[in-house]
């Protein structure tokens, strides 16, 4: 396996360098979690890096990445393709009708 030193910026990993699995296609993952063992083996905290592209690109003008804190956390934005069902964990409200059609209560 390929590893490539990323730096880290933000956060707990500032100023840190990693050596980094890439994949077939020569990028690091876009998200890194690093689980931090909680205080007095208390629940884990995971700090999540997102994968940007680093400002100088050398070389022939391959993309170079480093790791910048995300504090919150989330999934990520994502690919949604117009196929895509709505995301999953959002509360619908129970009295909306689908698409807004009317139903046998609006008489």
Known sequence: MKSEDTPFEGGPMDGR???????MTGHP???????????DGGPPTVLVYRRVPRAGRGGLGFARWKYAYDPEGGRGSGRRWPWSGPRRGRAADPDATPRG????ADG
């Open 17 to 23: 360098v990693l050596p980094v699995l890439v994949g």
């Open 29 to 39: 993952p876009k998200t890194y979690r690093i689980p931090v063992p909680g205080p």
């Open 101 to 104: 059609k009317p139903d046998d």
